[in-house]
């Protein structure tokens, strides 16, 4: 199905998910470190630019659910699962960043490669 704009309010009103009813292997589990991809695209992304390049570690596995970058196209849902990741304040913001800080973001397979 294809979101249309003047369908949004009454699906964030009714707690719509972009949870999918669909079996697909995990890439990676709870442990695995891992680098995000220097994605670039002239369109719609819900990976954040500060992110790009940067090494983390997978903290939790959420599932299964509709690819953001596709699905907002009406390209199809490409159904992966979306994980927990942390990262190191030093990792994102560099040295000056204090050494006992983190962040954890949510980020899609497509996102990401093992490091």
Known sequence: ????????????AAGASARV???VA??????DRIRVRNHNPTTHT????????????IEQDYGVFA?????AH?????PQ???????TAREVWGPAASDRDTLRVDVFDDYM???
């Open 21 to 23: 009813d669909a079996h």
């Open 67 to 71: 690819f953001p970058d596709t699905h």
């Open 26 to 31: 995990p890439r990676f589990r709870a442990g």
């Open 74 to 78: 009406g390209l199809g849902e490409k």
């Open 81 to 87: 699962h979306c994980y927990s990741v942390r990262f």
């Open 113 to 115: 490669d093992p490091d």
């Open 1 to 12: 199905m294809l979101l249309k704009p003047e369908m949004v309010p009454g699906l964030v």
């Open 46 to 57: 819900r990976l954040p630019g500060y992110l790009r390049g940067k090494r983390g570690t």
